[in-house]
């Protein structure tokens, strides 16, 4: 799965928006998937992560998010202080080590949509077009049952958390 914002898993990556801080914490990423990631972000090609980027993929992904913390994710992402988010920085934001449950709880819930502790495929299909992935919903069952450790048809937090925190990404993505 990618959270790219693929997801995803890929991405994905996760994204924590608490008034504090805004992080996307995908481990196991190889460099192609996440200049992938990377690249959903910077939307209009130039090689940097505008605040106005950053703050419509958020958007895209379901997460409602202030200027202000747009703001504060960009000031605590940015270290060149240029005011744009390039590859480098990402990159090491998205291979720290510091993703911690609560950072996964939130990725989590960008993909589950309805809220009811599961992901399934069309959830990851809806947020996955919405990043302009272009997924089929049969690739995202794919995904989902690469992942899908009980068998149900969905992804539940554990599984979500075994396959983020296992880098045990599939079919390239990343949820």
């Given amino acids: 799965m990618s959270a790219t914002p693929a997801t995803e898993s890929a991405a994905g990556d996760g994204a924590k928006t608490n008034g504090n801080s805004a992080s996307f914490h995908v481990q196991g990423m190889s460099d192609a ?4 990631v990377f690249n959903q972000f910077d939307t209009n090609g130039d090689g940097k992560i505008s605040a106005a980027e950053l703050s419509q993929v958020l958007s895209a992904m379901g997460s409602v998010t ?7 994710a960009m000031e605590e992402i940015d270290s060149d202080r240029d005011g744009y988010i390039n590859l480098p920085e990402f990159a090491a934001l998205c291979r720290s080590n510091s993703s911690g449950e609560s950072d996964l709880r939130d990725a989590f819930n960008l993909y589950d949509q309805d809220r009811n502790g599961l992901i399934s495929a069309s959830e990851l299909h809806l947020v996955l077009n919405r990043l302009n992935m272009g997924c089929s919903v049969e690739d995202c069952v794919r995904m989902i049952k690469s992942v899908d450790y009980d068998g149900d048809g ?5 599984e979500f958390k075994k396959m983020m925190t296992a880098g045990s990404l599939s079919n390239g993505a990343a949820v």
């Fill in 33 to 36: 998937e996440l200049q992938k």
């Fill in 66 to 72: 202030s200027k202000e913390d747009i703001q504060r």
């Fill in 154 to 158: 969905n992804v539940n937090f554990a």
